[in-house]
T-cell receptor, first 116, second 111 residues
Framework: EAGVAQSPRYKIIEKRQSVAFWCNPI?????LYWYQQILGQGPKLLIQ????????DSQLPKDRFSAERLKGVDSTLKIQPAKLEDSAVYLC??????????????FGAGTRLSVL | GQQLNQSPQSMFIQEGEDVSMNCTSS?????WLWYKQDPGEGPVLLIA???AGELTSNGRLTAQFGITRKDSFLNISASIPSDVGIYFC???????????WGLGTSLAVNP
């Protein structure tokens, strides 16, 4: 079974530029998560999708961050314009709520963003 | 937001030694998860716990769901160099469907 795919793996941009990250979850997983992980910290949830609907975006800085999952499968996360403090690893995870899987989240390798 | 208290923050041990780390919360949890994150990679699930008192092993790793439902520990026996990484505890509290994370325990193993 293929895991969660993310691209690109690395991105370097200057502040005020725009950037987009892509995620393809595990096949059949209805729930998709975007996390921000700053060096030395645990992952922080930015947004959670159930199919193509948003379940939780309470910690998403909506003035500059946006995310979509139009067809309920893959998803993009965009930052526009980027700030220095956005430098972090952006992780995508997916899960399925069925009884056996118990909502365990499986993570991609992440995109490491450096804002200069 | 809510956060788990994970300790120790870092450990430096000799190959072959046993390791123990733990996680505590002020709230009751109904699921405890232990993940390992290697440099440049995403977290990988090691062990999942669903019932108070549950003790689960995965090779040299053993984790327990505390009886009070407010804590969990992870033990690694006979550590090897590839155990190096950051170990995170995470869990679901009550009816909250947001996964709560600890700050991680960084493990270094001296061969």
């Amino acid at each position: 079974e293929a895991g969660v795919a993310q691209s690109p793996r690395y991105k370097i941009i200057e502040k005020r530029q725009s950037v987009a990250f892509w995620c393809n979850p595990i096949s059949g997983h209805a729930t998709l998560y975007w996390y921000q992980q700053i060096l030395g910290q645990g992952p922080k949830l930015l947004i959670q999708f159930q199919n193509n609907g948003v379940v939780d975006d309470s910690q998403l800085p909506k003035d500059r961050f946006s995310a979509e999952r139009l067809k309920g499968v893959d998803s993009t996360l965009k930052i526009q314009p980027a700030k220095l403090e956005d430098s972090a690893v952006y992780l995508c995870a997916s899960s399925t709520p069925d009884r056996l899987a118990k909502n365990i989240q499986y993570f991609g390798a992440g995109t490491r963003l450096s804002v200069l | 937001g809510q956060q788990l208290n994970q300790s120790p923050q870092s450990m430096f041990i000799q190959e072959g030694e046993d390791v123990s780390m733990n996680c505590t919360s002020s709230s009751i949890f109904n699921t405890w998860l232990w993940y390992k994150q290697d440099p440049g990679e995403g977290p990988v699930l090691l062990i999942a716990l669903y019932k108070a008192g549950e003790l689960t092993s995965n090779g040299r790793l053993t984790a327990q769901f505390g009886i009070t439902r407010k804590d969990s520990f992870l033990n690694i026996s006979a550590s090897i160099p590839s155990d190096v990484g950051i170990y995170f505890c995470a869990g679901y509290a009550g009816n909250n469907r947001k996964l709560i994370w600890g700050l991680g325990t960084s493990l270094a193993v001296n061969p």
